[in-house]
């Protein structure tokens, strides 16, 4: 049996790494897959309380916050091919008005 | 009309000037000078005619009368109303402050014809008449105080009536700043009377307080409230030591010097102190300051008057004199004494005043009484009526001031011959100072410059009138009318008090007797020692005039030879005592200075301003650097957030952990 603490630990460094790699990279769609590394993270969390104290409500919770991200990520990549055909870079940094 | 139904009356007399004040106020301006006369008459005239049908009407077996108008304040127990209070004392005054008000209407309205400020002089002046006859007939001390206020008010508005000129706007502040410490003590005075008696009115606070034996010494609730009193007495009616703002208050137009300035609201202290006549006997010490204040500003303010040039200048230190004189008479119980030369004083002091206005006006708006002389030819009626005052005044017999004069001069003999003895100087220096007034003024050849054209031409440089003058000349009967009665009444005015007549009209009032005054009874010792004090005060008054005569009629040139034999005495006198420069240095200069460095400087600037100023200071020493935290770019928000994030996590930790 893998202690709790271990999978804590590892949620925590997705996380982290999520949140850096939203930090520092300037592909959308590198940023887009550190926001998921970050959900995904907090997912193991929730799975991993869900299985240390048999309670079926996190792995419930898991479920919608898949369903959300796998929403979200259609709608994200069709903005992206939105954005690349406009402005033709994915570089969040040119990216930074609305209007053209 | 039966005597008893006249309480509702009352309160029409001080309504109807209120009335005529509010139509000229508000319509004046758009108004003919004539409708604003006739409203301004016409609303007085029929306060005067009220107030003549209550005197016809009065019985003295029915007084006090009383009208309740309105409720004003309950609380609890304490209770103040409008009331309107009518006993022998009020109607005196009511009969002086209508008939002489009238007077002065009729004449202000000759004299300030031509003014700019017409209209808004006549709604002053009618103010004031509603504000002195509210606290004429006041039943209880707020409402006397209301009246207190607004004659103060009044007063303002008319010494600043010229308020473009400097020096009018400056006497009116120093006026009423001046009247703002008495005020003071009045207030105090009140305040004490709610704590002790739970009353204001005067029935119950005279009631209370005479059930009390008088005080011993100098200790006591009613010596404190009496020498409040006084002290808001002193402001209103100039004695020692406010009685600096009145002599400036001749900046008004003369009308008002006339009015207010001698014959009715600087009597309203004499008038409190005799109203409040069952406190002030009850408190020793308290009417023995009351004496020698006025004993001394009597002596002091007629001294003064000796070496003024300015005509209204004299009337005013005299009538700063004679107001001591009253409070004398009440300082040694001789409460009617005051009010009877409180009287006579109207008459006289106020024709003295008209007939310097109508001087004033003859000669194009001149007051210094160096440059008149020779009136007596170009202005006959003038000079008639003011001869007639002047011999009033001096005490020369049988005119009005002769019969109050004597009659304060007795009592005071009989409480302390010292009294009497600086009354009697007095009495010598103001027959001298007075007749001097009139050689100067209308004896000898004209000295101001006739023909030219120096005259009348800064707009309201003086009580002039604009239009250019040649040789001086007569007044406009508008003017002379209210001259020639009021030097009738000078003439006769004194016989009520024949016999003593006014002092048991007014018995009543003072009906605790005249504890300390000497009873006047007619035994033959007495009558002799009444007649030798009588001979010495007219044989003073004789030699004051006597004096004058010589100096300023025959030797013009002595009185110049012994100023400068005088040296510095003279030069204090000119100066008169150098009290306004004491006062600017002992109390004006500190209030400045502290209110600069202290004040404006400490307080305001250092602290109300600083605080303000470092507080924005601050805000935007602290935006200024965090500012940069919004920089548009959207990573470093997340980050931010994350940081954050971070933070509150790390909290969390911590707090758990411990």
Redesign the interface.
Known sequence: MVPLSCYLVLSGILFVCG?LG??IKRNIITIFMSIELMLNGVNLSFVAFAAQWHALSGQVFVFFVMVVAAAEAAVGLAIIIAVYRTRETLN?DRV?LLKL | MTPQNLSPLLCTIPLLPLAGAAINGFFGRQSSKKAISAVALAFCGLAFFVAVLIAANFSSASAPYSFPLAHWIRSGSFSVDFDFYLDQLSLVMLLVVTGVGFLIHIYSVGYMWDDDGYYRFMSYLNLFMFFMLTLVLAKNYLVMFIGWEGVGLASYLLIGFWFTKDSAAAAGKKAFIVNRIGDFGFLIALFLMIKHFGSLDFTHVFAAVGVLSPEPGGAGTLTAIGLLLMVGAAGKSAQIPLYVWLPDAMEGPTPVSALIHAATMVTAGVYMVARSSAIFERAPMALMVVAIIGTLTALFAATIGIAQTDIKKVLAYSTISQLGYMFMACGVGAFSAGIFHLMTHAFFKGLLFLAAGSVIHGVGGEQDMRKMGGLRTYMPWTFATMGIATLAIAGIPPFAGFWSKDEILWKAYGASPVYWLIGVVTAFITSFYMFRLMYMTFGGEYRGAAGQEAHGHDAHGHDDHGHGHGTPHESPWVMLGPLVVLAALSVVGGFVGYGNHFEHFLAPVFHVGDVIAPETSPEAADRMLEHLLMGVSISVAGLGWLLAYLLYSRRPQLPARIAAGLGGLYQAVVNKYYVDELYALLFIQPVIDGSTTILWHGVDQGVIDASVNESAHAAREVSDSVRHMQS????SY??WV?AGGAVVIAYMVWMGVR
């Open positions: 949140v939203f930090l969040v930074n | 548009g770019n959207l990573r997340a980050g994350a």
